[in-house]
């Protein structure tokens, strides 16, 4: 009775290691990880400060963009006349991208954007913008929300205007 209790229970401990070392929760796969094919096109989301008393200051008005991971460096680009009260951000999980340029009508509306990882650390980010109707030189800010990016990576904003695209064709 001892030896059948005795197998019994070491039957349930290989049963247990194996279900154990079973991963069952889907992920997603490293980047760095072989057979990773290039470009993959990263999700994101616009972050906006409007409806809020905080506006952006101007970066470089330069097709310029930057990466942003803490409370502490986003208020380096946020000006307010009340108080900071900008959406919340958790940047353990997020990336805030910054891009600003100048357009030479406004308002300046995106139409189309994507953002690629070219390999492990380059990014592309390709924004396709509406100049607007109104011919005055003007500046524009987009935020957009991303899946963490760590500090060092080289992230190339690709910007082109519609009326570009429609005038080169």
Do not use: H
């Not at 039957?11 to 990880?33: I, K, M, Y």
């Not at 989301?45 to 991971?69: F, K, P, R």
């Not at 492990?120 to 500046?139: D, E, H, M, R, V």
């Amino acid at each position: 009775m001892k030896t059948q209790l005795l197998k019994f229970t070491a039957f349930l401990l290989v049963l247990a290691g194996v279900a154990a070392s079973c991963n069952t929760e889907p992920r997603e796969p490293d980047p760095g990880e072989p057979g990773i094919t290039y470009p993959i096109k990263i999700p994101f989301m616009e972050y906006s400060l409007e409806g809020t008393s905080c506006q952006w200051i101007e970066i470089n008005a330069n097709n310029t963009l930057v990466i942003i991971n803490s409370n502490e460096e986003l208020e380096k680009f946020i000006w307010s006349w009340k108080d900071m009260n900008y959406p919340a951000i958790d940047f353990s999980k997020y990336t805030l991208l910054l891009a600003d340029g100048v357009s030479t009508a406004q308002p300046v509306q995106i139409l189309d954007s994507d953002l690629l990882q070219e390999n492990p650390n380059k990014y592309t980010l390709k924004l396709t913008l509406f100049p607007g109707i109104f011919a005055a030189p003007s500046p524009w800010y987009f935020g957009f929300l991303a899946s963490k990016i760590v500090d060092n990576a080289t992230i190339v904003l690709d910007v082109e205007f519609f009326s570009e695209i429609f005038l080169n064709d």
